[in-house]
């Protein structure tokens, strides 16, 4: 009988040790997490089928189907190289990614940038675009938590706002497109980095107060279009009757109102075949949703982002270290608003800012820059033991 040296034993055993082993990662992976932002988007592919065959599916434009398939799968990759690199090595990048963000950001506001719908937010290539805000959102959320992570017992004032300002330099710039959403949803996920980062409650305050300061200033002032503040002249008083803004929000309403308890049934929703939904396919999508599947389906979709937001907070308790665990709650962050937000002007609750629903609402940009967010928690989960 062979004998094994203690040294062999031990390899042997770290060969097949899963925790141990460098594929180790893998075998942690979060199959909740994946499992629901999978269906969501699909739903969302059936949701923006639903909206854009019209009347006659027989000749429908398959583009936009087409498109968010193929925007789907692209994401899907995106998470994989997400989740394979190690992400404590996204630190040594922190600074660059930040930069490269802030100089797309600067740039798309010149010739190269293309406006659509009233804002200079987009890179043409081609046939497709690439919204750079959105990817942003994951560059502030790797820099503010590699910032925090440093100086985790030492979060000095000069080293609060300083973080603040690593969210306001890339808000300023995104109001000039102009941008609102995307601007609010810079300030959310900083906040929430903040407060779980550990800042003092007086510091807080100090925040909140900058924040409403610039909001105050940016309604006075002309830094607003016409149709954002008609939107938000709308949410505060809806019986106004502001053209554009009121229509469109009394038409989701309506539309969220005829599905009931079980919808109309899919493809049959009669404010989604006659098209009077404007944006139905972006902005609101949600109302496809709650026409065609009612109650039973809006509840069903919301239960699976409920479902996807637990995992993301579960990975950031498992997280390894500060960092991991900060890029989790940034990726929560950045998901819970954009529900919230994209469900909330649906129903009235919440102005019209044009933020589209996670996975879910047609756009290439969203849906990979949110993949790959999703990613990044699987990058945490899946790396704590390692």
Known sequence: MAVISLEERRLKDREFNPRSSPYAPWMHIDLLLVLAAAGLAAIGIAAIYSTTRGRDPENFDSFFLERQSLFAVAGALFMIF?????????????????????LALIVVLGPLGEEVNGARSWFRFGDFQLQPSEFHKLAIIVAVAYFLSRYEDHLSAPRVFF???????????????????????????????????GIRFR??????????????????????????????R??????????????QQ?????AIGNGGVSGKGYGEGSQTL????????????????????????????LGLYALLLLRILQAARLAKDRFGALICSG??????????????????????????????SYGGSSAIATLIGLGLVLNVRMRRFV
């Open 203 to 232: 510091q807080v305050i100090g925040i909140a107060l900058i924040v409403v300061t610039v909001v105050a200033l940016m309604i006075n002032s002309n830094m607003l279009e016409e149709y954002q503040t008609n939107r938000l």
């Open 331 to 360: 990726v929560f962050a950045m998901i819970l608003f954009q529900m919230f937000e994209a469900v909330g002007m649906t129903l009235g609750i919440t102005p019209i800012t044009g933020i589209p629903l996670p996975l879910v």
């Open 82 to 102: 997400a989740a394979w690199f190690p992400y404590q090595e996204l630190a040594k990048f922190a600074v660059a990614i930040y930069g490269v963000g802030i």
């Open 234 to 247: 709308t949410f505060v008083d809806p019986t106004t009757g502001i053209t554009d803004a009121a229509f």
């Open 274 to 301: 006659s098209g009077l939904v404007p944006q139905q396919h972006t902005d609101f999508i949600f109302t496809v949703i709650g026409e065609e599947f009612g109650f039973v389906g809006s509840a069903a979709t």
């Open 163 to 197: 973080a603040v300002g690593i969210v306001a330099w890339p808000g300023l710039l995104v109001l000039l497109q102009p941008d609102v959403g995307t601007a609010i949803i810079y300030v959310f996920i900083g906040f929430v980095l903040l407060l779980i980062g």
């Open 250 to 254: 009394r038409q989701a309403q309506i």
